[in-house]
């Protein structure tokens, strides 16, 4: 019965000349031949059916013939037509929605963005053989203490092999570790620990010289091969011991830069010390040896580099005396009386150090292994010489350079860390990412230069701005500099703020189980440590816990806009908000005298009331305080969190005093951030 009505549609549809293609045509042909040759009666039958016609429906599991005879009605052709370009459309619509949402999505923040940086000076840090030395196993015990400050970087500065006398500055060789730090086992040791851990490391990298002690220098002045160039070498007189020098530069720490060699007979080139002769840096040999070196480390799995000293790296070749401050002195000697327009920040500089940008990008492909380069000008440049080693647009150059504003500071207020901040927030470029240190080796720690009320409200500056806070070691529990008087003989002031981290009341503050350090510990350790302030439910130590983990896990503070709202002798006043959160951050920080500010005299929409989230007192955190009367003590930080019914960012009022690094929404929604806003 099947097989006969399969016949009759066949025959119906080629008899009514119905155009197809040319299978089922040939098909059904090849079955009605087939069927006509031997069957006569079905072939009358089916011409009889032509005349009339069955009313035959489409139905389910009917043969193609069929189906293609229905398939070309307007009825079904229609809505086919629809829906195919419908599918087409949601097709486009999704891969291009897709590709719309990753491109509007703000790049994740990496490593060196989403907690504070932990900067060590490992020969102060912790000893583990009890020379007295701080060293890299000593570190590799204590990297508990850094992830109990919710913190994923350390930064170790410098550990390389070199001379006591210039020590840290004065590599002999950029492949070995100093001895008194350990070997190079303990060195990879360390390193596996830290990635054990989850941590990244970073470490210093001196380019612009070496210790004349370095085997380089030795074939350089005995003039051997590629490395007679290594070195800035020119002819100079050197008559009854009294040299006169090729022209008037003067070294960082005075008198003249150059230094006659009795080897080659020839002057050599010093930007500091004159053990630490500068490196050629116009020789691609020498350009290709630090190429190396870098490649050296990043293969042992450093995961970044601070360049130190680098605007000293090149100089003028014309050798033209550098233009005199005074200029009616005969002779000058102090760095500071001469303008360094030949010695320092040279075009081609910029060039060299993204080169180094370019070697580090090469071992920064696989996800999750980005190599940080942060970049150290040594003396703080102005603002927009700074701002240049951030690159441009579309040439990538360092991460960040390290901002040096805030250690630089020697006088306290609302207003001066507001000029400070604002200095560099507006001065850096779109898209691009702040940093904030207040302390570091070279500088007098925060405690001694503003005394200890300001430990905490600093920690909290630095942690609710926008960028990455490097907390130099010590400064989570407030340690201060050493005396002058503790140090036996002479010193460089530069060593006081780096005596022995303080762990706890044991003898020399738990650095050091030997006899003696290489510092002397600060005598307030027993009472200001890590191990005390660990159980003080008040201390430095647990606001500063408290902080770096809403950093962490808060995005108002790792993407939020920063909207300045008050500023002045006493306190800073500024507001952490994100479009897509209806809850606001406004942080009052009091970096001079009790006092007490009216927001609701700005009237920005701020409501009456606001919860305290953090206090650097702890005491009154949880309760409300009016707007009307917001007060603070001396060197006090409240972060108060409140509704806004309009964000300041959309204020025309706040136009130019809110910023943001990377601009970021936040979807309640969809649980995402996206950067369409
Ligand atoms: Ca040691
Ligand atoms: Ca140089």
Same mark, same amino acid.
């Given at each position: 019965?099947?097989?006969?009505?399969?016949?009759?549609?066949s025959?119906?549809?080629?008899?009514?000349?119905?155009?197809?293609n040319?299978?089922?045509?040939?098909?059904?042909?090849?079955?009605?031949?087939?069927?006509?040759?031997?069957?006569?009666?079905?072939?009358?039958?089916?011409?009889?059916d032509?005349?009339?016609p069955?009313?035959?429906?489409?139905?389910?599991g009917?043969?193609?013939?069929?189906?293609?005879?229905?398939?070309?009605?307007?009825?079904?052709?229609?809505?086919?037509?629809i829906?195919?370009?419908?599918?087409?459309?949601?097709?486009?619509?999704?891969i291009?929605?897709?590709i719309?949402?990753?491109?509007?999505?703000?790049?994740?923040?990496?490593?060196?963005?989403?907690?504070?940086?932990?900067?060590?000076?490992?020969?102060?840090?912790?000893?583990?053989?009890?020379?007295?030395?701080?060293?890299?196993?000593?570190?590799?015990e204590?990297?508990d203490?850094?992830?109990?400050?919710?913190?994923?970087?350390?930064?170790?500065?410098?550990?390389?092999?070199?001379?006591?006398?210039?020590?840290?500055?004065?590599?002999?060789?950029?492949?070995?570790?100093?001895?008194?730090?350990?070997?190079?086992?303990?060195?990879?040791?360390?390193?596996?620990?830290?990635?054990?851990?989850?941590?990244?490391?970073?470490?210093?990298?001196?380019?612009?010289?070496?210790?004349?002690?370095?085997i380089?220098?030795?074939?350089?002045?005995?003039?051997?091969?590629?490395?007679?160039?290594?070195?800035?070498?020119?002819?100079?007189?050197?008559?009854?011991?009294?040299?006169?020098?090729?022209?008037?530069w003067?070294?960082?720490?005075?008198?003249?830069?150059?230094?006659?060699?009795?080897?080659?007979?020839?002057?050599?080139?010093?930007?500091?010390?004159?053990?630490?002769?500068? @490196?050629?840096?116009?020789?691609?040999?020498?350009?290709?040896?630090?190429?190396?070196?870098?490649?050296?480390?990043?293969?042992?799995?450093?995961?970044?580099?601070?360049?130190?000293?680098?605007?000293?790296?090149?100089?003028?070749?014309?050798?033209?005396?550098?233009?005199?401050?005074?200029k009616?002195?005969?002779?000058?000697?102090?760095?500071?009386?001469?303008?360094?327009?030949?010695t320092?920040?040279?075009?081609g500089?910029?060039?060299?150090?993204?080169?180094?940008?370019?070697?580090?990008?090469?071992?920064?492909?696989?996800?999750?292994?980005?190599?940080?380069?942060?970049?150290?000008?040594?003396?703080?440049?102005?603002?927009?010489e700074?701002?240049?080693?951030?690159?441009?647009?579309?040439v990538?150059e360092?991460?960040?350079p390290?901002?040096?504003?805030?250690?630089?500071m020697?006088?306290?207020?609302?207003?001066?860390?507001?000029?400070?901040v604002?200095?560099?927030?507006?001065?850096?470029?779109?898209?691009?990412?702040?940093?904030?240190?207040?302390g570091?080796?070279?500088?007098?720690?925060?405690?001694?230069?503003?005394?200890?009320?300001?430990?905490?409200?600093?920690?909290?500056?630095?942690?609710?701005?926008?960028g990455?806070?490097?907390?130099?070691?010590?400064?989570?529990?407030?340690?201060?500099?050493?005396?002058?008087?503790?140090?036996?003989?002479s010193?460089?002031?530069?060593?006081?703020?780096k005596s022995?981290?303080?762990?706890?009341?044991?003898?020399?503050?738990?650095?050091?189980?030997?006899?003696?350090t290489?510092?002397?510990?600060?005598?307030?350790?027993?009472?200001?440590?890590?191990?005390?302030q660990?159980?003080?439910?008040?201390?430095?130590?647990?606001?500063?816990q408290?902080?770096?983990?809403?950093?962490?896990?808060?995005l108002?503070?790792?993407?939020?806009?920063?909207?300045?709202?008050?500023?002045?002798?006493?306190?800073?006043?500024y507001?952490?908000?994100?479009?897509g959160?209806d809850?606001?951050?406004?942080i009052? @920080?009091?970096f001079?005298?009790?006092?007490?500010?009216?927001?609701?005299?700005?009237?920005?929409?701020?409501?009456?009331?606001?919860?305290?989230?953090?206090?650097?007192?702890?005491?009154?955190?949880?309760?409300?305080?009016?707007?009307?009367?917001?007060?603070?003590?001396?060197?006090e930080? @409240?972060?108060?969190?409140?509704?806004?019914?309009?964000?300041?960012?959309?204020?025309?009022?706040?136009?130019?005093?809110?910023?943001?690094?990377?601009?970021?929404?936040?979807?309640?929604?969809?649980?995402?951030?996206?950067?369409?806003?």
């Amino acid at each position: 019965m099947h097989k006969d009505e399969s016949k009759k549609d066949s025959v119906r549809m080629n008899t009514k000349g119905h155009t197809n293609n040319g299978f089922v045509q040939n098909e059904a042909v090849t079955e009605r031949e087939t069927d006509g040759s031997n069957q006569a009666d079905p072939l009358k039958t089916s011409t009889i059916d032509i005349q009339e016609p069955d009313p035959i429906k489409p139905y389910a599991g009917m043969p193609k013939e069929v189906l293609l005879l229905y398939s070309s009605q307007a009825r079904y052709k229609v809505p086919r037509e629809i829906l195919f370009w419908l599918i087409v459309v949601s097709v486009v619509v999704l891969i291009s929605s897709t590709i719309a949402i990753i491109i509007l999505s703000p790049k994740c923040l990496d490593w060196w963005q989403v907690s504070p940086i932990y900067q060590i000076y490992p020969r102060s840090f912790k000893d583990s053989n009890q020379d007295g030395n701080g060293d890299l196993k000593g570190i590799q015990e204590k990297l508990d203490h850094i992830i109990n400050l919710n913190i994923k970087s350390v930064w170790i500065t410098s550990f390389y092999k070199s001379s006591i006398k210039d020590f840290r500055y004065g590599v002999e060789d950029f492949r070995e570790i100093d001895p008194i730090f350990g070997t190079m086992r303990e060195f990879e040791n360390l390193v596996a620990a830290i990635h054990d851990k989850g941590l990244k490391l970073i470490m210093d990298f001196i380019p612009n010289h070496t210790s004349d002690k370095h085997i380089w220098f030795q074939l350089s002045r005995n003039r051997t091969g590629k490395y007679t160039d290594y070195y800035i070498w020119h002819n100079c007189t050197h008559i009854n011991g009294i040299t006169t020098p090729p022209n008037n530069w003067l070294s960082v720490y005075g008198n003249s830069s150059w230094q006659y060699d009795e080897v080659r007979n020839q002057c050599y080139f010093h930007q500091f010390m004159k053990e630490q002769p500068d @490196l050629n840096f116009r020789n691609t040999d020498v350009q290709e040896e630090i190429k190396e070196i870098i490649q050296f480390w990043l293969a042992k799995g450093v995961d970044g580099f601070s360049f130190d000293a680098v605007k000293f790296l090149l100089e003028a070749t014309h050798l033209r005396n550098e233009p005199q401050v005074q200029k009616n002195l005969d002779i000058v000697t102090n760095y500071s009386e001469l303008y360094h327009d030949y010695t320092t920040t040279q075009v081609g500089m910029h060039d060299i150090l993204r080169s180094f940008r370019q070697t580090m990008d090469q071992y920064s492909t696989e996800p999750g292994r980005y190599r940080f380069m942060g970049t150290d000008p040594s003396d703080q440049e102005g603002i927009e010489e700074t701002m240049m080693y951030y690159g441009k647009p579309f040439v990538q150059e360092a991460d960040f350079p390290f901002n040096y504003y805030l250690t630089e500071m020697n006088t306290l207020s609302g207003t001066k860390v507001f000029e400070v901040v604002a200095s560099w927030m507006k001065n850096m470029p779109e898209g691009k990412w702040p940093n904030w240190m207040i302390g570091g080796p070279d500088t007098t720690r925060l405690t001694s230069r503003f005394g200890k009320d300001y430990v905490n409200v600093m920690n909290m500056l630095v942690l609710t701005l926008p960028g990455t806070p490097i907390t130099y070691y010590g400064e989570e529990i407030g340690m201060e500099d050493i005396l002058a008087t503790s140090i036996t003989g002479s010193y460089d002031t530069s060593l006081l703020s780096k005596s022995p981290m303080q762990w706890d009341n044991s003898s020399n503050a738990g650095f050091s189980k030997g006899n003696q350090t290489w510092l002397p510990t600060n005598t307030d350790y027993q009472v200001l440590n890590v191990d005390v302030q660990k159980n003080q439910a008040t201390s430095p130590l647990k606001l500063y816990q408290e902080l770096s983990s809403l950093r962490l896990t808060d995005l108002l503070l790792s993407r939020g806009w920063l909207c300045y709202i008050w500023d002045d002798a006493n306190v800073l006043v500024y507001m952490r908000e994100l479009d897509g959160l209806d809850r606001v951050f406004t942080i009052v @920080l009091n970096f001079g005298e009790t006092t007490e500010v009216n927001l609701q005299g700005l009237s920005i929409g701020l409501p009456e009331k606001a919860s305290i989230k953090l206090s650097t007192t702890f005491t009154n955190q949880g309760q409300t305080v009016a707007t009307a009367a917001v007060r603070t003590e001396k060197g006090e930080g @409240l972060i108060l969190e409140h509704r806004m019914p309009t964000l300041l960012h959309h204020q025309e009022a706040f136009k130019d005093k809110c910023l943001v690094s990377s601009k970021a929404c936040y979807s309640s929604f969809l649980n995402i951030l996206y950067n369409s806003c």
